[in-house]
């Protein structure tokens, strides 16, 4: 079984930063690709940014220059940096991460629990 956590988010005045965090653990061989989306209210859940093996970075435009996605291969965790933070910003942010979970399987899409950042203005 292959488990995601977040964490990191909270309440934040425009203009402050968070940084979220997302671990994966259980049964892992590969993880290819990692990324954040989020899901305001009453909106379809959208794609922040995401970030390859390799460390290949992509970000949506409205996030360009704000945030920072990296991760550590070695602790299985990806971060998301956001700074410069806006009300537009508030969602849910969950974790995804395409993971290989047996040699010669198939990767599958698994994602985290979701954890809330609410930016006031």
């Known amino acids: 079984q292959v488990q995601l956590v977040e964490s990191g988010g909270g309440l934040v005045q425009a203009g402050g930063s968070l940084r979220l965090s997302c671990a994966a653990s259980?049964?892992?061989?590969?993880?290819?690709?990692m990324g954040w989306y989020r899901q305001a209210p009453g909106k379809q859940r959208e794609l922040v940014a995401v970030?390859?093996?390799?460390?290949?970075?992509s970000y949506a435009d409205s996030v360009k220059g704000r945030f920072t996605i990296s991760r550590d291969n070695a602790k299985n965790t990806v971060y998301l940096q956001m700074n410069n933070l806006k009300p537009d910003d508030t969602a849910v942010y969950y974790c995804n991460a395409v993971i290989q979970v047996l040699r010669f399987r198939s990767s599958h899409h698994y994602w985290g629990q979701g954890t809330q950042v609410t930016v006031s203005s």
């Open positions: 970030i390859t093996s390799d460390g290949i970075t």
């Open positions: 259980g049964t892992i061989f590969s993880i290819n690709d």
